[in-house]
């Protein structure tokens, strides 16, 4: 066969090859995305997308369902969410879900009768050795009956199921990550509002009981000034003393280590100043310890703009001193506050 009369053949050929992996193209890169992708012929393809998704511009876009205003797929008192796919609807802060619908809080009748009260309030502090068992109660009374319900730690986080009326919080083995501060909650039903009963559970606090701490014991406890140092008093100690540099180094390293080794520490993650036996109760501007020695100036790192003794919440002024556990700067403060606190512990003999 002449050449001329082959080129028919191979043009033929040739074209028959491109559709074949033109075709095969297509859908390779997967145009559809979260969609199927169908060949039609050499030129075209189709997706077929999932439910919640659209054909559009060659792939699956999402369907926006809250977009139609004037057919809302979520009903009143409620705000549309859109998600890939999907959508949800959540009640407007003035409402509440009742089962059915969102209904604007204190529309019925009844939300008003009584709010919710505590018939057996839990106590406010509970002391827990670690392998001990926790058990809460929690009563409320109310028209209609309030749920109760608990929650852990700053954040709140909801702990368990909710209950009508009453509910009991119970930890059969007590660990680490237990000790916290807790709250029975009680909950109108259709107001939304709530009343709260605070608990903090911690462990028995022994402050120079670790052996890596090299001058000072942290009480991971809310006390003001004066109960901090008979706190420390009453252990044989006093509250923790800086009069160098290097205390107020070792200050911050054993504040450091005590947080994260004491199962109480973590109670007090957003809480920085502690209280230290420092003072200027004899003497206006004249720092002492509690043990009657003058402060060194250069031992001293104030945070700027202090010491002011303030005199706004008292006529005392500002005549404590704590000390913030991470700068290690120091505060002229009023005694009233209440703060976790170092105690001074006793020198460790060299070599032991």
């Given at each position: 066969?002449?050449?001329?009369?082959?080129?028919?053949?191979?043009?033929?050929?040739?074209?028959?090859?491109?559709?074949?992996?033109?075709?095969?193209?297509?859908?390779?890169?997967?145009?559809?995305?979260?969609?199927?992708?169908?060949?039609?012929?050499?030129?075209?393809?189709?997706?077929?997308?999932?439910?919640?998704?659209?054909?559009?511009?060659?792939?699956?876009?999402?369907?926006?369902?809250?977009?139609?205003?004037?057919?809302?797929?979520?009903?009143?008192?409620?705000?549309?969410?859109?998600?890939?796919?999907?959508?949800?609807?959540?009640?407007?802060?003035?409402?509440?879900?009742?089962?059915?619908?969102?209904?604007?809080?204190?529309?019925?009748?009844?939300?008003?009768?009584?709010?919710?009260?505590?018939?057996?309030?839990?106590?406010?502090?509970?002391?827990?050795?670690?392998?001990?068992?926790?058990?809460?109660?929690?009563?409320?009374?109310?028209?209609?009956?309030?749920?109760?319900?608990?929650?852990?730690?700053?954040?709140?986080?909801?702990?368990?199921?909710?209950?009508?009326?009453?509910?009991?919080?119970?930890?059969?083995?007590?660990?680490?990550?237990?000790?916290?501060?807790?709250?029975?909650?009680?909950?109108?039903?259709?107001?939304?509002?709530?009343?709260?009963?605070?608990?903090?559970?911690?462990?028995?606090?022994?402050?120079?009981?670790?052996?890596?701490?090299?001058?000072?014991?942290?009480?991971?406890?809310?006390?003001?000034?004066?109960?901090?140092?008979?706190?420390?008093?009453?252990?044989?100690?006093?509250?923790?003393?800086?009069?160098?540099?290097?205390?107020?180094?070792?200050?911050?390293?054993?504040?450091?280590?005590?947080?994260?080794?004491?199962?109480?520490?973590?109670?007090?993650?957003?809480?920085?100043?502690?209280?230290?036996?420092?003072?200027?109760?004899?003497?206006?501007?004249?720092?002492?310890?509690?043990?009657?020695?003058?402060?060194?100036?250069?031992?001293?790192?104030?945070?700027?703009?202090?010491?002011?003794?303030?005199?706004?919440?008292?006529?005392?002024?500002?005549?404590?001193?704590?000390?913030?556990?991470?700068?290690?700067d120091w505060d002229d403060s009023y005694d009233f506050h209440?703060?976790?606190?170092?105690?001074?512990?006793?020198?460790?003999?060299?070599?032991?």
């Open positions: 066969m002449k050449l001329a009369q082959l080129l028919p053949v191979l043009f033929m050929l040739f074209l028959t090859d491109s559709l074949a992996q033109t075709v095969g193209d297509l859908c390779k890169d997967k145009p559809c995305g979260v969609g199927e992708c169908k060949d039609i012929n050499s030129e075209k393809y189709r997706c077929l997308c999932p439910l919640g998704y659209r054909e559009a511009n060659g792939t699956c876009l999402d369907v926006d369902e809250c977009a139609n205003k004037r057919k809302p797929v979520c009903g009143p008192g409620s705000r549309c969410n859109n998600l890939p796919g999907t959508f949800n609807c959540t009640c407007f802060k003035s409402h509440y879900w009742d089962g059915v619908a969102c209904t604007r809080k204190g529309q019925l009748k009844e939300c008003s009768r009584e709010f919710p009260k505590f018939v057996i309030k839990p106590d406010p502090t509970v002391n827990i050795e670690l392998g001990d068992e926790l058990k809460l109660t929690c009563m409320g009374a109310g028209t209609p009956a309030p749920n109760v319900y608990w929650t852990k730690g700053p954040n709140r986080v909801r702990m368990g199921p909710m209950s009508v009326t009453s509910s009991i919080f119970y930890l059969p083995n007590v660990t680490k990550k237990d000790i916290d501060v807790y709250e029975c909650v009680l909950e109108d039903c259709c107001s939304g509002r709530v009343a709260r009963a605070k608990v903090d559970v911690s462990v028995p606090s022994e402050p120079c009981s670790d052996p890596k701490l090299q001058m000072f014991g942290m009480v991971w406890q809310y006390k003001s000034w004066d109960d901090a140092l008979k706190f420390c008093q009453g252990k044989g100690l006093t509250l923790g003393i800086i009069t160098t540099k290097e205390d107020r180094k070792i200050m911050r390293e054993d504040a450091w280590r005590s947080y994260l080794v004491d199962p109480n520490g973590k109670k007090f993650a957003n809480d920085y100043w502690m209280w230290i036996g420092v003072s200027d109760r004899g003497e206006e501007g004249v720092f002492r310890t509690t043990d009657g020695d003058m402060v060194d100036p250069a031992a001293v790192k104030w945070m700027p703009g202090v010491p002011d003794n303030w005199l706004n919440l008292s006529e005392e002024g500002q005549d404590v001193v704590a000390i913030h556990r991470l700068s290690a209440l703060r976790p606190f170092a105690c001074q512990c006793p020198v460790k003999e060299s070599g032991l």
